[in-house]
């Protein structure tokens, strides 16, 4: 099935740790982004990007770091410089714009909790 | 992007339809309105979008404003499955990405 695929769903970190959050799609989708939720929380985007080996801060891009050297894959990287990343962690992906618009599709997220 | 303004909360009778508002006075010719919806714990689904027709499928209708700076989705027969957090954006179109902003939607619960 076509989609887009986050990995792990629940991962818990020590304080100080980096950790890396995987999503991967296959629908040929040029845009990936990467959103945060808090607990009662909208969405927050972290960083986008719109093609291979490009990528651009969003709203709340400190402390993160992504790649994307595929792509199908556009992983983020919490580092231990995030003072409160204990989130609900969002990817989603968009193809090119058309005149009918370019909707982004979701996938399922991951619960990141900081020990 | 521009900024969209939506109602913190919202109830709605089981079997009505619900009308959830969203406020766009700043939107640009190129921008669509876009609608999604998440269940708790789950990645927002998409719902419906358009630029200035109203627009209808399975799920809802969406209705624009003539001038653009408001919109309304309406779930014409509500059940208990539709209580969710509703987002309303705004995206420009032909473009390959750009920054896309939600805010804290509309937290719509349908009671019995």
């Known amino acids: 099935d076509g989609g887009i695929t986050q990995s792990p769903k629940y991962l818990f970190r020590k304080e100080g740790q980096n950790v890396t959050l995987s999503c991967e799609q296959n629908l040929n989708h040029d845009a990936m982004y990467w959103y945060r939720q808090d607990p009662g929380q909208g969405l927050r985007l972290i960083y986008y990007?719109?093609?291979?080996?490009?990528?651009q801060k969003g709203d709340i891009a400190e402390g993160y770091s992504v790649s994307r050297e595929k792509k199908e894959s556009f992983p983020l990287t919490v580092t231990s410089a995030q003072k409160n990343p204990t989130a609900f962690y969002l990817c989603?992906?968009?193809?090119?714009?058309?005149?009918?618009?370019?909707?982004?599709?979701f996938g399922e997220g991951s619960w990141l909790t900081v020990v | 992007d521009a900024k969209t303004t939506q109602p913190p909360s919202m109830d709605c009778a089981e079997g009505r339809a619900a009308n959830l508002p969203c406020n766009h006075s700043t939107i640009s010719g190129n921008e669509y309105v876009y609608w999604y919806r998440q269940i708790h714990s789950q990645g927002p689904q998409y719902i419906i979008h358009g630029l200035k027709n109203n627009e209808t499928n399975e799920m809802a209708s969406l209705i624009i404003t003539e001038d653009r700076k408001s919109s309304t989705l309406i779930l014409p027969h509500a059940t208990l499955r539709d209580t969710a957090v509703y987002y309303c954006?705004?995206?420009?179109?032909?473009?390959?990405?750009?920054?896309?902003?939600f805010g804290d939607g509309t937290t719509l619960t349908v009671k019995p």
């Open positions: 954006i705004v995206r420009v179109v032909n473009t390959n990405a750009g920054k896309s902003t």
């Open positions: 990007s719109q093609i291979v080996n490009d990528f």
């Open positions: 989603a992906s968009s193809p090119p714009g058309r005149g009918d618009g370019n909707t982004i599709y």
